[in-house]
C-alpha cells in the first residue's frame, strides 16, 4: 500500500497450509530494512500484525492476531479495518491504534509477570502489616494473640508451600490430580513435610537445571511440551531425585524436583533462552534463537 510513493504497509501472503511463524524473521526484517512501521503475514485464515520498529526482540513486536475459524466475525473485521483501511493507513490512525494496542499488551504482561513475584517477596520477606493482620485475626479465632516467634515459626515451615512456582500460579489439572511422573516410576508420594538433610553429591543448582532444560530441548529440536522436558530431565538424575529432598511437596502437590525444574526454566526465560508462556503456549517449552545455538 503506497501513499505518496512511500511504502505504508507490508503485507505478506502464503498459503493457507504455510506455518507462519517460519516467515516471520523475513518479513520484519524486510520491513526493518526499508523503514516501514506496519506489516502484516497472512495465510487468508490467520493475519499476524507487527510494528516492525518497535523496541525490543522479534517475537514482541507482533502486536495482533485475527483468526477468521476461531474469532468473531464482527471483531475481526473491526480489527482488520483499524489497521489496514486505506483512510486509516493514509491519516497515520492505524499506527496509533497499533501502538495503543501494543502497550496495553505489554503492560497486561509486565503485571501479570510481576504480581506472582510480590506475592512471594511478601511471603518471603513478611512486612509488618501482614505479620498484624494473620496475628488480629489468629486473636479472633482462638482468643490469643500470637508472638513474633509463633508467627516466625508458621512462615519458616509453611513458606515453601506458600511460595508461587513462575510457571503454576494457578494449579494445572494434572497437579490438581496429583499425577506426576514419579507415580509412574511407582514412587511412594507420602513424604514427610519437615526438613530433609541432603547430601552434597545429590544436591543439584539451578545453573545446572537451566542446562539440562536448554539442552533437552536442543536435542527436541527447540520446542515440545513441558512433560516431556520434565521426564528426559527425570531419567537422567533419578538416582538424585529419588533422595527424600527431592520427593517431598512444596506447592499444589508437586515434588521439589518439578518445583526447581520451574524456577530454573524462569531463569532461562530471564536469560533469553526460552521463550515466555504468551509466546510458546501453555504448557509449550521453546527455545529462543539464542537458546538453540547456545553453549554451555
Given at each position: 500500500?503506497?501513499?505518496?510513493?512511500t511504502n505504508q504497509v507490508f503485507l505478506e501472503a502464503k498459503k493457507p497450509s504455510e506455518d507462519l511463524d517460519k516467515h516471520q524473521d523475513q518479513i520484519l526484517g524486510?520491513?526493518?530494512?526499508?523503514?516501514?512501521?506496519?506489516?502484516?503475514?497472512?495465510?487468508?485464515?490467520?493475519?499476524?500484525?507487527?510494528?516492525?520498529?518497535?523496541?525490543?526482540?522479534?517475537?514482541?513486536?507482533?502486536?495482533?492476531?485475527?483468526?477468521?475459524?476461531e474469532q468473531d466475525s464482527d471483531e475481526a473485521v473491526s480489527r482488520i479495518i483499524d489497521f489496514l483501511s486505506k483512510e486509516n493507513v493514509a491519516n497515520g490512525e492505524s499506527i496509533k491504534n497499533a501502538e495503543k494496542l501494543l502497550a496495553g499488551k505489554k503492560r497486561s504482561e509486565i503485571?501479570?509477570?510481576?504480581?506472582?513475584?510480590?506475592?512471594?517477596?511478601?511471603?518471603?520477606?513478611?512486612?509488618?502489616?501482614?505479620?498484624?493482620?494473620?496475628?488480629?485475626?489468629?486473636?479472633?479465632?482462638?482468643?490469643?494473640?500470637?508472638?513474633?516467634?509463633?508467627?516466625?515459626?508458621?512462615?519458616?515451615?509453611?513458606?515453601?508451600?506458600?511460595?508461587?512456582?513462575?510457571?503454576?500460579?494457578?494449579?494445572?489439572?494434572?497437579?490438581?490430580?496429583?499425577?506426576?511422573?514419579?507415580?509412574?516410576?511407582?514412587?511412594?508420594?507420602?513424604?514427610?513435610?519437615?526438613?530433609?538433610?541432603?547430601?552434597?553429591?545429590?544436591?543439584?543448582?539451578?545453573?545446572?537445571?537451566?542446562?539440562?532444560?536448554?539442552?533437552?530441548?536442543?536435542?527436541?529440536?527447540?520446542?515440545?511440551?513441558?512433560?516431556?522436558?520434565?521426564?528426559?530431565?527425570?531419567?537422567?538424575?533419578?538416582?538424585?531425585?529419588?533422595?527424600?529432598?527431592?520427593?517431598?511437596?512444596?506447592?499444589?502437590?508437586?515434588?521439589?524436583?518439578?518445583?526447581?525444574?520451574?524456577?530454573?526454566?524462569?531463569?532461562?526465560?530471564?536469560?533469553?533462552?526460552?521463550?515466555?508462556?504468551?509466546?510458546?503456549?501453555?504448557?509449550?517449552?521453546?527455545?529462543?534463537?539464542?537458546?538453540?545455538?547456545?553453549?554451555?
Amino acid at each position: 500500500m503506497h501513499t505518496s510513493k512511500t511504502n505504508q504497509v507490508f503485507l505478506e501472503a502464503k498459503k493457507p497450509s504455510e506455518d507462519l511463524d517460519k516467515h516471520q524473521d523475513q518479513i520484519l526484517g524486510y520491513s526493518f530494512r526499508h523503514g516501514v512501521k506496519l506489516s502484516v503475514l497472512s495465510n487468508g485464515i490467520t493475519w499476524s500484525f507487527f510494528l516492525p520498529l518497535a523496541e525490543g526482540k522479534w517475537e514482541n513486536r507482533r502486536f495482533y492476531t485475527v483468526d477468521i475459524l476461531e474469532q468473531d466475525s464482527d471483531e475481526a473485521v473491526s480489527r482488520i479495518i483499524d489497521f489496514l483501511s486505506k483512510e486509516n493507513v493514509a491519516n497515520g490512525e492505524s499506527i496509533k491504534n497499533a501502538e495503543k494496542l501494543l502497550a496495553g499488551k505489554k503492560r497486561s504482561e509486565i503485571i501479570a509477570n510481576s504480581i506472582p513475584d510480590a506475592w512471594n517477596r511478601i511471603i518471603s520477606e513478611p512486612d509488618s502489616l501482614l505479620i498484624d493482620l494473620i496475628a488480629e485475626r489468629t486473636n479472633k479465632i482462638c482468643g490469643y494473640q500470637p508472638s513474633k516467634e509463633d508467627l516466625d515459626l508458621f512462615f519458616n515451615r509453611n513458606s515453601n508451600r506458600l511460595l508461587l512456582s513462575p510457571e503454576d500460579e494457578e494449579p494445572t489439572e494434572e497437579e490438581i490430580e496429583n499425577v506426576t511422573i514419579n507415580k509412574k516410576q511407582n514412587i511412594s508420594t507420602t513424604v514427610d513435610m519437615g526438613k530433609i538433610d541432603v547430601p552434597e553429591n545429590l544436591k543439584v543448582s539451578e545453573d545446572e537445571l537451566v542446562k539440562d532444560i536448554v539442552r533437552t530441548l536442543q536435542s527436541l529440536g527447540g520446542r515440545s511440551r513441558k512433560s516431556q522436558v520434565e521426564e528426559i530431565i527425570w531419567k537422567k538424575r533419578e538416582q538424585t531425585f529419588l533422595h527424600p529432598h527431592w520427593q517431598q511437596y512444596v506447592s499444589y502437590g508437586v515434588p521439589r524436583w518439578r518445583h526447581n525444574i520451574a524456577w530454573a526454566k524462569e531463569a532461562a526465560k530471564k536469560k533469553g533462552l526460552l521463550k515466555w508462556p504468551h509466546e510458546s503456549g501453555r504448557g509449550i517449552w521453546e527455545l529462543t534463537q539464542k537458546g538453540k545455538t547456545f553453549k554451555f
